[in-house]
């Protein structure tokens, strides 16, 4: 029996299948859409992200990522009846990007999802008609805003900023290792697995380097590594672990560095109502979502979470 080899239909017939409801043909001429999207010219990917702007819920979700990728003005006009007509959460992320400051000032009160002002505050912050609203960032994100805006910042204030982060970082009983904790591939527990080894920490440190505050990131690391490192090193844990050297300690060196991190905080910085140091050491695996940018579509299919923002 002859083989039959499928071939490739001609992309303007299977969008013309894809637009035309009646065809018969939707369902299979979406599937082949979707398979050669990213092969496809410019000029066929066009029609495709307006079509799709135009067809269903789970067509426009779709086609949300692939806009936000490949963004042209042309989409401004349907991308804005959209989004004004449903408000869908992966559709903002176009909207917050690339419309016109404008209409982003006059619309502020239509973005609502957890991350969306922090994103409004990247694109508006220059503004001298903005005013940010500190008490809705988070301290990374507020010095990550002011780096984008090449807005000042005294040292005071950073050095406040950074050590509120490490008690945020101590107290907070959820870890997931994929976001948290930036994991080196050579294990050294005496001074990998420390306080600066926390994504917030590290990205503020690469902010304030990039600001000039270059006294508030060296008064910070002679802390952690004078202080804390010093300290996790002659604690009974690290010794513990030192012989072990297994892939699961990660977390347990998370904990550590909690511990001790806490431990050499300035008391200025605890609360009251803080756990006790050694329950630091344990962790409870997070539920909570994280903002991340997808550099392709395939990244975005595996990893993408349903408040997660690629800016």
Not at 232 to 241: A, D, N, R, V, W
């Amino acid at each position: 029996m002859k083989r039959i080899i499928p071939r490739n239909n001609p992309i303007s017939t299977v969008i013309k299948s894809f637009i035309n409801k009646d065809s018969g043909k939707v369902t299979a001429a979406k599937r082949e859409i979707q398979r050669r999207f990213a092969g496809l010219d410019w000029k066929d990917q066009k029609k495709i992200i307006l079509a799709y702007l135009d067809s269903c819920k789970s067509d426009r979700e779709w086609i949300y990522l692939r806009m936000y990728l490949n963004w042209d003005d042309i989409f401004l006009p349907k991308a804005k009846e959209v989004w004004e007509k449903y408000h869908e959460f992966r559709c903002s992320w176009s909207v917050i990007r690339y419309f016109p400051e404008e209409y982003l000032l006059e619309n502020m009160s239509s973005f609502n999802a957890p991350r969306d002002y922090y994103f409004l505050c990247l694109r508006l912050g220059h503004r001298q008609d903005f005013t940010i609203d500190r008490t809705r960032l988070t301290n990374k994100d507020y010095i990550g805003v002011l780096h984008h805006n090449r807005l000042p910042i005294e040292d005071d204030e950073a050095l406040d900023l950074l050590f509120e982060m490490v008690h945020d970082i101590c107290v907070n009983e959820n870890f997931d290792r994929r976001y948290d904790l930036i994991e080196n591939k050579y294990y050294i527990p005496t001074n990998i697995y420390s306080i600066k080894s926390f994504h917030d920490i590290e990205e503020s440190l690469y902010y304030l380097v990039e600001m000039e505050r270059f006294r508030v990131v060296e008064d910070f690391c002679k802390w952690n590594d004078e202080i804390v490192c010093r300290n996790m090193t002659e604690g009974p844990e690290i010794k513990k672990l030192a012989s072990l050297i297994k892939d699961e300690d990660v977390i347990e060196c998370a904990g550590i560095a909690k511990k001790y991190g806490y431990l050499a905080l300035d008391d200025k910085y605890k609360q009251p109502g803080d756990p006790l140091p050694e329950k630091m050491l344990k962790h409870t695996r997070s539920t909570e979502y994280h903002s991340i940018i997808p550099k392709d579509e395939s990244s975005f299919e595996n990893s993408l979470q349903e408040d997660e923002v690629p800016f």
